[in-house]
């Protein structure tokens, strides 16, 4: 069953209405996670890794919380952030 939602959810990514920063974001936070869905990066990181300013990063981790994607900001920790369970690997 956990598979038939994980491609509902795969199939309404792309129609989310992300901006090419959040989607950037999201790939990066995809490749990266380790099992459960867990990886440890910083938006410093993140914004040296797309050639985005520390602003935009966060606006786009902000936006992926406010959509479901990851967790809330009081949930993750500096560096820690946590992919939504049906998106985890």
């Known amino acids: ?3 038939w939602f994980n491609s509902l ?3 309404y990514l792309p129609n989310a209405g992300l901006t090419p920063t ?3 974001v999201l790939d990066i936070l ?3 996670q380790e099992p459960g869905g867990v990886l ?3 938006q ?3 914004s040296e890794r797309l050639g985005v300013q520390q602003p935009n990063i966060s606006k786009a981790l902000g936006r992926l919380s406010d959509l ?3 967790d809330p900001p009081h949930l993750r920790r500096r560096g820690r952030i946590r992919l939504h369970r049906l ?3």
Do not use: K, P, Q
Request: glycine residues 4%; proline residues 0%; aromatic residues 16%.
């Open 1 to 3: 069953m956990a598979f």
């Open 9 to 11: 959810l795969f199939e």
């Open 22 to 24: 959040e989607r950037d």
């Open 30 to 32: 995809f490749a990266r």
């Open 40 to 42: 440890f990066i910083t």
């Open 44 to 46: 410093a990181v993140l």
């Open 68 to 70: 479901g994607i990851i």
């Open 87 to 89: 998106l985890a690997a």
